[in-house]
């Protein structure tokens, strides 16, 4: 279970290829040795419909990293370094590129088909 959130400023979703952003961390996330399954993996943007940051150009992309605990530090250290990079390739030209570790405590439900 990793689930990446990438929240992002307006527009970039016009600019920018989200889709295969999300495509490529599924990939890279699905093929890491601490993930279990690709069935585990989920990854999404939700564009932010208002903002303000202190750097020029005006945009950001945060993505928050879920991780449901018990990885050793070197790996989810790994980890939010696959998202960073994965930022950077696909939004070199975005002002602000950010990424944050969240541990998922238990419970945590699951229903899928």
Excluded at 32 to 39: A, E, L, N, Q, R
Excluded at 85 to 95: K, N, R, S
Aim: charged share 20%; aromatic share 4%; hydrophobic share 40%.
């Amino acid at each position: 279970m990793p689930h990446i959130v990438i929240e992002h400023s307006t527009g970039l979703d016009r600019s920018h290829d989200l889709q295969a952003l999300c495509d490529t961390l599924w990939q890279r996330f699905a093929s890491h040795h601490s993930v279990k399954g690709p069935d585990t993996v989920r990854t999404r943007t939700i564009a932010a419909t208002a903002g303000r940051i202190g750097v020029e150009p005006q945009t950001f992309a945060h993505a928050t990293l879920l991780l449901i605990p018990g990885r050793s530090e070197e790996t989810r250290a790994d980890l939010a370094q696959i998202v960073m990079d994965e930022l950077q390739a696909h939004m070199p030209d975005v002002g602000s590129l950010t990424v944050r570790l969240t541990d998922l405590n238990p419970p945590y439900l699951k229903r899928m088909l």
